[in-house]
C-alpha cells in the first residue's frame, strides 16, 4: 500500500487587492499571508501523516517573484518534508519562461521536465509521469505524448490542463485533453491541476482523475473549504480511500439573505448576527470574507437601498456591524449585494425617470444588446487587456467587469437607486411642484 497527498495550484504569495477590512476591524496581512500559511498547513499535514510522498499539479507560484522572498519561503516549506518526497509540475502561472529567479531546492524536490514527458521512480515500485509548462500559453494535447508503461507497479499521471477544451470555471484553455487520453494511458491515477475547483473527473470503477482545488482561496470566485486529498492506494494501484483536507488559513462565502418574511428592517440584523454566527462555527475558527446578498420581496426594500444610497453606505456597515457583534475579527463583509423588490412596484415620477426604465426593459437588459455591446471591437481590445496584468487577482477581477450577468444586474438597480437618492433629496419632487 502506498500513501500519498496530491496537491495543486498554491500560488504562493498571490496578492489580494482590494482588501478594505477596516470596518471589521481585521488586518489585511491576515489574508494576503494566507497562501504562505495554507502551505505550511500542507506540509504540516504529511509530517503528520508521514505520507510516502507528495505530489503537485502546477502553479505552485502565481507568477514571477517579486523578490526572493518567495522563493525562500517556498524552499523552507519544502526542507520541512525532511524525507519525503516531492514531486511536482510547473503550469500556466509558473511555466518555465515566466519565472526568471530560482532558488536550489531540497535533493527530495523533484520537478519533472518542461521539455517532454518524464518518468520518475518516486519510490521503489512507483513511478510518475508528467510534463510541465515551458510556455505560459500551452494550447497543445500534452496527455497524448505521455508513454504507456509497461512492467509492473503503480503509474501515476501528473498534469496541469483545462481537459475538455473551452474555459471552464473561469480558467482559460490550457493544455486540452480529454477523459480518454488519460484513461488509455493505463494508470492507476491522475493528479490533476489549473481548476481551482475540487472535482472527481472519474472515481467509483474507473481510473481516479482528480482536481484537488486551490490550497487556499483568493476571492470571491474561489469560495467553500480548499485543501488537498490524501490517496490510499493498494499493491495493485486500486484505490482504497481518498480523504479531503481543508487547508486554507482564509476562507471566502456567500451569503444569501432572504428578506420576504421581514415586517421591519430591525429584524433583519439579529437574523444576519445568527447566519454569522453559524458560519463562523463551521469555518472552524477561520477568518472569513463574505458577500451577502439580500433578495426576496418585502416591505423593508425600500429603507434597504435608502440606507446603502448614502455615500459612506449605512447598510454595509450595520451588517459588518452584525458581524462585529457576535464573531469580532472573524468575519469580513466583503460586499453588501442588493437583489430584492418592493411588494407593489411604484412606477417612476418623472418622464425622464420612464424614458430610462423602459430603455433598461425594452433594450438594455435584452440579451441582443448586451451580446453586441460586448461584442464590440473596442470593449474586446479593453478586455484583451487583462492578460497583460502581472497578477493572476488582477486579470481575474479585470474579466468580472464585461460579465454579463454582472452587467444585467447593475442596470437593472439603476433606476430604483437613482429614484431613491432623488427623492431623499428632494430633487424629484421639486422638480414635479
Known amino acids: 500500500m502506498i500513501r500519498f497527498i496530491h496537491a495543486a495550484d498554491i500560488h504562493l504569495d498571490s496578492l489580494m487587492r482590494g482588501l478594505d477590512t477596516k470596518l471589521a476591524d481585521i488586518d489585511p496581512s491576515v489574508f494576503r499571508l494566507s497562501t504562505r500559511k495554507a502551505l505550511k498547513n500542507l506540509v504540516d499535514w504529511a509530517v503528520w501523516e508521514n505520507v510516502d510522498f507528495v505530489t503537485l499539479g ?72 508528467g510534463q510541465g509548462f515551458k510556455n505560459q500559453s500551452e494550447t497543445r494535447n500534452l496527455a497524448r505524448g505521455y508513454p504507456e508503461l509497461d512492467g509492473g507497479g503503480i503509474k501515476i499521471g501528473l498534469l496541469h490542463t483545462s481537459l475538455a477544451g473551452g474555459k471552464r470555471d473561469g480558467h482559460d484553455d490550457y493544455a486540452p485533453c480529454s477523459l480518454d487520453d488519460l484513461r488509455f494511458k493505463h494508470y492507476q491515477f491522475w493528479g490533476l491541476g489549473h481548476i481551482h475547483k475540487q ?55 456567500e451569503l444569501l439573505v432572504e428578506i420576504g418574511a ?74 453588501v449585494q442588493v437583489s430584492s423588490h418592493s411588494p407593489v412596484q411604484i412606477g417612476p415620477t418623472t418622464q425622464a425617470m420612464r424614458t430610462l426604465c423602459e430603455f433598461i426593459q425594452t433594450k438594455a437588459k435584452a440579451d441582443n444588446w448586451l451580446d453586441e455591446f460586448l461584442d464590440m471591437k473596442e470593449l474586446k481590445q479593453l478586455r484583451n487587456q487583462a492578460s497583460y496584468f502581472r497578477e493572476a487577482d488582477q486579470a481575474e477581477m479585470m474579466g468580472l467587469l464585461f460579465d454579463k450577468k454582472e452587467i444585467e444586474m447593475i442596470l437593472a438597480e439603476i433606476p430604483e437607486l437613482l429614484e431613491v437618492r432623488l427623492n431623499t433629496n428632494g430633487y424629484l419632487k421639486s422638480r414635479e411642484s
Not at 205 to 217: A, K, R, S, T, W
Not at 266 to 275: A, K
Not at 281 to 304: P, T
Open 262 to 335: 421581514f415586517q421591519s428592517i430591525d429584524e433583519l440584523w439579529p437574523y444576519c448576527e445568527q447566519r454569522f454566527r453559524e458560519m463562523a462555527e463551521q469555518a472552524g475558527g477561520r477568518v472569513l470574507a463574505v458577500r451577502l446578498r439580500i433578495d426576496g420581496v418585502s416591505r423593508i426594500h425600500k429603507e434597504i437601498l435608502k440606507m446603502r444610497s448614502g455615500a459612506e453606505d449605512a447598510l454595509l456597515a450595520e451588517i459588518q456591524n452584525a458581524a462585529n457583534m457576535v464573531t469580532p475579527g472573524l468575519i469580513w463583509v466583503e460586499h
Open 58 to 129: 502546477g502553479d505552485n507560484y502565481d507568477g514571477d517573484w517579486r523578490d526572493h522572498q518567495t522563493g525562500l519561503y517556498f524552499v523552507q516549506q519544502m526542507a520541512r518534508l525532511g524525507e519525503i518526497p516531492v514531486v511536482s509540475i510547473t503550469g500556466n502561472h509558473d511555466a518555465q519562461s515566466k519565472i526568471t529567479r530560482t532558488l536550489r531546492l531540497p535533493p527530495t524536490f523533484h520537478r519533472l521536465s518542461e521539455e517532454s514527458p518524464e518518468i520518475y521512480q518516486v519510490i521503489p515500485g512507483v513511478r510518475i509521469v
Open 199 to 253: 472535482s472527481w473527473e472519474a472515481l467509483q470503477g474507473e481510473v481516479p482523475i482528480l482536481f484537488p482545488g486551490n490550497l487556499q482561496g483568493r476571492h470571491i470566485r474561489e469560495t467553500g473549504p480548499k485543501g488537498a486529498y490524501l490517496i490510499e492506494l493498494d499493491d495493485d494501484g486500486k484505490l482504497i480511500s481518498e480523504e479531503f483536507k481543508a487547508l486554507d488559513e482564509t476562507r471566502w462565502e
